[in-house]
Nanobody, 121 residues
Framework: QVQLVESGGGLVQAGGSLRLSCVAS????????MGWYRQAPGKQRELVAA???????NYADSARGRFTISRDSAGNTVYLQMNSLKPEDTAVYSC???????????????WGQGTQVTVSS
């Protein structure tokens, strides 16, 4: 099992910055990737950014150049530094972690509770 606790959401003006944090506990040794999805009202959930246990990162086009994902050396905390925020970044941001299991071909995904990010114009 993996538990995820997020923090760092809030209200910010356009052009401002926020940093989201997600702390994983439990079977963190088997986490292969962590990242962030977001979902705005009336829209589909979309991947914002992800980082693998090997440090490979992936960003949505909308996030690339403005957001930076990083992971601490212990591998149990992932950060999302969001700069130059826009009103269209307003959404609930959810942390996820993919956990691999021996003998199982697909990873299992755990989710955090979500944190609201609101960017005012």
């Amino acid at each position: 099992q993996v538990q995820l606790v997020e923090s760092g959401g809030g209200l910010v003006q356009a052009g401002g910055s926020l940093r989201l944090s997600c702390v994983a506990s439990g079977s963190i040794f088997s986490i292969s990737a962590m990242g962030w999805y977001r979902q705005a009202p009336g829209k589909q959930r979309e991947l914002v950014a992800a980082v693998t246990s090997g440090g490979v990162t992936n960003y949505a086009d909308s996030a690339r150049g403005r957001f930076t994902i990083s992971r601490d050396s212990a591998g149990n905390t992932v950060y999302l530094q969001m700069n130059s925020l826009k009103p269209e970044d307003t959404a609930v941001y959810s942390c996820y972690a993919d956990r691999v299991r021996v003998g199982v071909p697909t990873a299992y995904t755990y989710w955090g509770q979500g944190t609201q990010v609101t960017v005012s114009s």
